[in-house]
């Protein structure tokens, strides 16, 4: 797979909150780990546009200016309150990018969130 940044869509099987496997959708690469080991902060990205938590997700629409570059295929919902570390070893893919406005501000909403609570 080519080189990964931050602000990409890449597709695996997104843990379960229990561990068990996930199914394949879509995941934003937030930031990697300073481990060298190829770990990544990823969320989840949902097209199920219910499950957003305002104030916290953000849901990205087909009218959006970023949307046709993020290779989704209906609006969906950025998921900042799902969160994962996992190695890009298991990354199928990467399908899009948002933009690096979108990624700056949903980066400052989580900082926010996490400081918050």
């Given at each position: 797979m080519a080189v990964k940044k931050s602000g990409q869509l890449v597709l695996f099987r997104f843990p379960q909150t229990d561990l068990a496997p996930g199914k394949?959708?879509?995941?934003?690469?937030?930031?990697?780990?300073?481990?060298g080991r190829?770990?990544?902060?990823?969320?989840?990205?949902?097209?199920?546009?219910?499950?957003?938590?305002a104030g916290i997700d953000e849901v990205i629409s087909t009218n959006d200016t970023d949307f046709a570059?993020?290779?989704?295929?209906t609006a969906s919902v950025i998921r900042l309150?799902?969160?994962?570390?996992?190695?890009?070893?298991?990354?199928f893919g990467v399908v899009g990018e948002i933009s690096a406005t979108r990624l700056?501000?949903?980066?400052?909403?989580?900082?926010?969130?996490?400081?918050s609570s």
């Open positions: 394949l959708r879509p995941a934003l690469l937030l930031a990697p780990l300073p481990s190829n770990d990544w902060l990823v969320c989840m990205i949902s097209s199920q546009l219910t499950q957003a938590v570059q993020s290779g989704l295929k309150t799902r969160l994962a570390v996992v190695s890009d070893s298991i990354f700056s501000g949903l980066k400052k909403r989580l900082a926010r969130w996490v400081e």
